[in-house]
């Protein structure tokens, strides 16, 4: 099996590249990297995996031909631009790269948690555009809508050694599902995997959570458990959360992280999330663990 990875570089790229490396069946893999020099050191000496310089900002540069299934990732944006305007770009460039193909079987779309809902979601409504342009963009399409990232919280090593952290889950008591990015990679290389295999529908849409919620409350007592020490949770309210996302972001940036904050918030779409999906997969690694790898990577 030929599996093309476009873009590569993003982190759920990366691990869904480990995760079809390691796998018995042996597969081929080809990512794509609009900065060839991105490639991780532990992928560039396996001879079943190519790198090849290309960007799903520019259709010209991606050539999918010979792969049976292709994974795509919504790269997220970070500069003052409109954002769904961009996913519907990118997303065009590469339903037309698989078409242009003619052997894709199975796409496979790495997608969020409320991008079944065109509205009241901020920065999720980059992955409603990529599911709206996907949905039949190959003879076999699969949508991993994922919860909350755990590995988000990396945002937080900052300011660990200064003894807190701030949180955008209000309330601090309030259970979100979290996800490990492995567990992520390891669903969409099965996924991957199993192209040509039959599917309980077409688009084939599901949830992928963690094995629990966890609260902000959790995720403090899990910084304590794993650095050993006290540390302070430092809530951003409801009405703070534009200064504190204008701090760090681009105007445009932080309005949409304001919206997509607020979504989840009580009275918000995520929160009552009136249109939920139907299927849900679990993954089984524990937050704690996540965080140990955070605080020993950084
Ligand atoms: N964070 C969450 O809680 C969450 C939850 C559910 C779903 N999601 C979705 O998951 C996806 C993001 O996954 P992630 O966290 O794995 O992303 P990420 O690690 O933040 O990926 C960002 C990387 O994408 C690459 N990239 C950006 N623009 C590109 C382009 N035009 N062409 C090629 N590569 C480009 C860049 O790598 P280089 O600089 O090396 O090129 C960049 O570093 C998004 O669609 C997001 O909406 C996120």
């Known amino acids: 099996m030929h599996i093309t990875v476009a873009p590569a570089s993003p982190k759920t790229g990366q691990a869904a590249i480990r995760a079809l490396l390691r796998d018995p069946s ?14 991780p050191a532990e992928f560039k000496d396996d001879p079943r995996f190519e790198a090849v310089q290309g ?9 999918f031909s010979g792969s ?3 994974l795509n990732i919504t790269p997220p944006v970070y500069q003052d631009i409109d954002s769904v305007a961009h996913a519907h770009l990118v997303s065009e460039n590469v339903k037309a790269a698989v078409k242009r193909a003619g052997s894709v079987k199975r ?5 969020s948690i409320g991008a079944q809902y065109d509205h009241g979601t901020g920065e999720i409504l980059t992955n409603h555009e990529a599911e709206v342009v996907l949905r039949d963009a190959a003879p076999e399409v699969v949508v991993v809508r994922a919860s909350y990232f755990m590995e988000n919280w990396a945002s937080s090593l900052e300011t660990l050694p200064s003894g807190f952290f701030f949180t955008t889950v209000t309330p601090v008591d309030r ?3 979290m996800i490990a990015v492995r567990d992520i990679g390891a669903t969409l290389a099965g996924e991957l995997l199993a192209t040509g295999g039959a599917l309980p529908s077409n688009p084939h849409v599901f949830e992928l959570r963690g094995p629990r919620d966890y609260s902000s409350l959790d995720v403090q007592k899990a910084f304590e458990e794993v650095t050993g020490r006290s540390i302070e949770l430092r809530a951003v309210g409801r009405d703070e959360l534009a200064g504190f996302y204008a701090a760090v972001f681009p105007p445009s940036v932080a309005a949409r992280f304001t919206a ?16 939920p999906t139907r299927e849900k997969k679990y993954g089984t690694t524990e937050l704690a663990e996540v965080l140990r790898e955070l ?3 950084a």
């Open 26 to 39: 042996n597969p081929t893999v080809r990512g794509y990297y609009r900065d060839i020099n991105r490639v």
């Open 55 to 63: 960007d799903v900002e520019n259709a010209g540069t991606l050539d």
């Open 68 to 70: 049976d299934a292709v």
């Open 107 to 111: 796409l496979v779309l790495l997608s």
């Open 175 to 177: 259970p979100l599902n």
């Open 260 to 275: 997509m904050t607020e979504s989840f918030l009580e009275g918000g779409v995520l929160y009552e999330d009136p249109r």
């Open 295 to 297: 605080l020993n990577e």
